[in-house]
């Protein structure tokens, strides 16, 4: 089945910077990977997301990258805020299966 | 918007206790999830349904069941609830095609088994 890691578990930067969070997946099969955001006590929402025939989409402040041929996709934070502590969650799906990575505790310090 | 209630925010149950935790979700999805959370572990699937009175596995059933006798809401059941159940779990709905579509989460109940 598919694995996913997710990497740094951790990540503290300062605010302004930007942050980066990459996650790599093992079933080939897999064709949306959405990012979700938790908030300390709050329900995980989900922030962006893509799809396979896609390489990179873009929100505001939030990227999401993905390279299907060395299957990783990272989500990039850029010019970071304190609002923007959370742990965030990669998931990596096909159409019977999706699967978490651990998570990533990002602190943005002001 | 999408919201999915989950009944409590914490529950301390005993050892041994038949537990039960409730999910409603008010956007007609045919989907619904179970999932645990644990530190280092990120979300693992305990069940899922994808119609009414339909359940499958997902990768953690061992020691759960669950119910779904109406579209809106989805139960999971702890038969005789243990310490290493002590964790955060959260339901989720989504639409047709639900792995290949966002999931909803709702707030998540904190259950601690003593």
């Known amino acids: 089945g598919e694995n996913v890691e997710q990497h740094p578990s951790t990540l503290s930067v300062q605010e302004g910077d930007s942050a980066v969070i990459k996650c790599t997946y093992s079933d080939s099969a897999s064709n949306y990977f959405p990012w979700y955001k938790q908030e300390l006590g709050k329900r995980p929402q989900l922030i962006i997301d893509i799809r396979s025939n896609v390489g990179e989409k873009k929100d505001q402040r939030i990227a999401v990258t993905l390279n299907k041929t060395a299957k990783h996709f990272s989500l990039h934070i850029t010019e970071t805020q304190p609002e923007d502590s959370a742990v965030y969650f990669c998931a990596a799906s096909r159409s019977d299966d999706m699967r978490f990575g651990a998570g990533t505790r990002l602190t943005v310090k002001p | 918007d999408v919201k999915v209630t989950q009944s409590s925010r914490y529950l301390v149950k005993r050892t041994g206790e038949k537990v039960f935790l409730e999910c409603v979700q008010d956007?007609?999805?045919?989907?619904m999830f179970w999932y645990r959370q644990d530190p280092g572990l990120g979300l693992r699937l305990i069940y899922f349904?994808?119609?009414?009175?339909?359940?499958e596995k997902g990768d953690i059933p061992e020691g759960y069941s669950v119910s779904r006798e109406k579209k809106e809401r989805f139960s999971l059941i702890l038969e005789s609830a243990s310490t290493n159940q002590t964790s955060m779990y959260l339901c989720?709905?989504?639409?047709?095609?639900?792995?290949?579509?966002?999931?909803?989460f709702g707030n998540g109940t904190r259950l601690t088994v003593t």
């Open positions: 956007m007609d999805h045919e989907n």
């Open positions: 349904s994808y119609d009414v009175k339909m359940k």
């Open positions: 989720a709905s989504a639409s047709l095609g639900s792995y290949n579509s966002p999931l909803h």
